[in-house]
């Protein structure tokens, strides 16, 4: 089995294992049926300690209560899911009322540190959406990361140091404005079906 096939069987096996383990155990999941796999109330999610790219200062996921937080761990040089998913982003960013999606922010998490750099990095998430963020870490920090949010990665195709793609998890994480996790999204997820998802978690 391929590491992307991997990561697309665990995809479904959690949300498999989440829907069991999370119904009914938050009122908050009660009242709103979603398109994406309502989680609220998972176990894991629960921290994110990364720098800034564009400040390179320490954010945490505290650092964005009071918005409707949507975590993706991509990377820079990522030729297919990662600039998709961006574009979904922002293209359901673009469905929603402007007043809702200043309410939305959408953070950008590299699991390839040592190629994207702060600047490039912030250069290339605002490129989709100037109000997209990117956080990045060491190498040790970004795995204990991906632990937190149940993503896995991998070097594929390694020519040398410098020229490899990374296999990885391609699903997003919703928060809510009271920084809980609520929503999986995944990849193939549709525009008009994010843009309802995180406009129902801003009510």
């Not at 963020?133 to 896995?152: N, R, V």
């Amino acid at each position: 089995m391929t590491m992307r096939a991997l990561a697309s069987r665990l995809v479904c096996l959690i949300a498999v294992a989440l829907l069991a383990v999370t119904a009914g155990c938050d009122s908050a999941s009660s009242s709103v049926k979603f398109a994406a796999t309502d989680i609220t109330g998972a176990s894991f999610g629960k921290s994110l300690t990364l720098n800034d790219a564009a400040t390179q200062q320490p954010r945490t996921l505290e650092s964005f209560k009071g918005k409707v937080t949507v975590v993706f761990f991509g990377y820079m040089f990522c030729p297919d899911y990662c600039p998709t998913t961006m574009t979904t982003l922002n293209a359901a960013l673009s469905k929603m009322k402007p007043d809702d999606a200043a309410r939305v922010q959408v953070v950008f998490v590299t699991v390839d540190p040592k190629r994207d750099q702060p600047k490039a990095l912030t250069e290339y998430v605002r490129a989709f959406n100037p109000s997209f963020a990117a956080l990045y870490g060491t190498e040790e920090q970004t795995a204990a990361a991906a632990k937190e949010f149940k993503i896995i990665y991998q070097k594929a195709q390694v020519k040398d140091e410098n020229t490899y793609l990374m296999d990885h998890s391609t699903q997003m994480y919703a928060f809510d404005t009271a920084g809980r996790i609520r929503l999986m999204i995944r990849h193939e997820a549709g525009v008009d079906a994010i843009a309802a998802d995180l406009t129902a978690l801003l009510k």
